[in-house]
């Protein structure tokens, strides 16, 4: 079944989202992973189920644009507005206004979509609350605020090919009350309203900017009015829906106008079984922030989706593997395998894991920059395999057998981490230093270099 969505109502231009194949059936209305096409003006086609690069302070750790666009293959990259906004002087609103001054402003790679929302997800802990008029964003510069107005504007001048709403979030991990979660719905309402006013359908033709949609982080009883306002008037002016907590997409079947909406999770995953969970619940698009974090642990993935021919209906598929190889460990320091059999990466097919072992112990950027290059295109290569069994029909017992062969979650990593540098940022208030100095005074008594 095909279901495209090619302009608005009110004339304001959409993406062209085509769901194709989904199962059980062909309804667009079950709750079934499901293949479709999104095509952004100018941009590469998006072939979902897929994942969403995270970028810090704009670039995807690790990675300049050049290898981005060379070795790499994600769909799409999600960039916090938070990263280029200071207390003073917004660099990034001086930019001169070109067809994608955020493109322009981080040499990001054009064909290459850009997600944008006001923070980081997961976002850092801020000391205070959101207001009725603005929410907390942390800067480089410390926490600061930002109002709908000025979120507004900046998108409408830095025009990025999807926005995020703002959304009433917490900025603590804490259960809310029920009082605390109906104003955050009331507030998030009142804050789309607000957005799609100033930044309107002329607006969003001629900078080519999509909107999603915040659906809450809290239970479907507290926020169905938001969301059936939504459903009721906005769906005309919306791109997508960003989730912040799939369970909640069951309850969004019963939004006729919103379930052939593309489905961008923000809720983060943090293993590939998280993974295929949320793609058998009709997730369209996952962040996949973890790649970030297993990369910087100098893990190296190893999974791979079972084919038909790996799937054992008895359910014995040999003994459990690991998710991902600690390159960091003595054992591969003389190995000149790659990292990964058969992959076909620039890391596996040009070096060994004896180079990017000794890399690691080195304390060497390209250790890090390979690893990465590596484990996006492991990432790649299992969405493509997601996509062709849903396809042939047989995702969910592809899923039960990739439950049954893989461990449960990543290796720890014994290696050290990169140093900090400017994509890494703390993640919350008081935070330690990501690292040890690499110098010390010579009133310790212990000698003026530490062991770096």
């Given at each position: 079944m095909s279901n495209s969505n090619d302009s608005a109502p009110n004339g304001a231009s959409k993406p062209t989202f085509t769901i194709g194949t989904t199962l059980?059936?062909?309804?667009?209305?079950?709750?079934?992973?499901?293949?479709?096409?999104?095509?952004?003006?100018?941009?590469?086609?998006?072939?979902?189920?897929?994942?969403?690069?995270?970028?810090s302070r704009g670039v995807i750790p690790h990675l300049t644009p050049e290898v981005v666009s060379k070795y790499t293959s994600f769909s799409s990259a999600y960039i916090a507005l938070e990263d280029f906004l200071e207390k003073k002087d917004h660099a990034i609103l001086k930019m001169p206004t070109t067809d994608r001054p955020l493109h322009a402003f981080t040499s990001f790679p054009a064909h290459i979509p850009t997600i944008v929302a006001a923070r980081r997800c997961p976002s850092v802990l801020a000391p205070a609350g959101n207001t009725a008029k603005n929410i907390s964003i942390f800067t480089s510069t410390g926490f600061s605020t930002i109002t709908v107005p000025k979120f507004a504007a900046t998108v409408a001048h830095i025009r990025p090919d999807i926005v995020i709403a703002l959304a009433d979030l917490l900025h603590i991990s804490l259960d809310p009350s029920l009082k605390k979660k109906i104003r955050m719905a009331d507030r998030t309402e009142s804050w789309m309203d607000e957005f799609l006013e100033l930044v309107n359908a002329d607006v969003?033709?001629?900078?080519?900017?999509?909107?999603?949609?915040?659906?809450?982080?809290?239970?479907?009883?507290?926020?169905?009015?938001?969301i059936n306002h939504l459903n009721e008037d906005l769906s005309g002016d919306l791109a997508g829906l960003a989730i912040y907590d799939v369970n909640i997409l069951p309850d969004l079947q019963l939004y006729k106008n919103l379930t052939s909406l593309p489905k961008l999770?923000?809720?983060?995953?943090?293993?590939?079984?998280?993974?295929?969970?949320?793609?058998?619940?009709?997730?369209?698009?996952?962040?996949?922030?973890?790649?970030?974090?297993?990369?910087d642990a100098g893990i190296a993935f190893s999974f791979t989706l079972p084919t038909d021919g790996d799937i054992s209906m008895d359910g014995d598929i040999g003994a459990i593997m690991p998710l991902g190889i600690d390159m960091s460990e003595t054992a591969h320091a003389t190995s000149l395998e790659p990292l990964l059999a058969d992959c076909a990466c620039y890391t596996c097919t040009k070096h060994h894991r004896a180079y990017v072992n000794h890399l690691l112990h080195a304390k060497e950027m390209l250790g890090w920059n390979l690893l990465q290059i590596h484990n996006h295109h492991v990432l790649s290569?299992?969405?493509?395999?997601?996509r062709a069994a849903i396809g042939r029909g047989t995702f969910e017992a592809a899923r039960e057998a990739f439950g049954r062969a893989w461990d449960v979650d990543f290796p720890q990593g014994m290696g050290?981490?990169?140093?900090?540098?400017?994509?890494?940022?703390?993640?919350?208030?008081?935070?330690?230093?990501?690292?040890?100095?690499?110098?010390?005074?010579?009133?310790?008594?212990?000698g003026v270099m530490a062991d770096v």
């Open positions: 059980p059936s062909d309804a667009t209305d079950e709750l079934c992973p499901r293949l479709g096409t999104l095509q952004l003006p100018g941009r590469r086609t998006i072939e979902t189920p897929n994942f969403t690069a995270v970028t969003r033709e001629s900078a080519g900017i999509k909107v999603f949609a915040p659906i809450l982080p809290i239970d479907h009883t507290t926020q169905w009015a938001y999770s923000l809720d983060l995953p943090k293993t590939p079984h998280d993974v295929l969970r949320q793609v058998a619940l009709g997730v369209d698009l996952v962040l996949a922030s973890f790649v970030n974090v297993i990369s290569v299992f969405f493509s395999s997601i050290e981490r990169p140093r900090a540098r400017g994509y890494h940022f703390k993640s919350e208030v008081s935070q330690e230093k990501y690292n040890k100095p690499g110098w010390k005074g010579l009133e310790s008594g212990q």
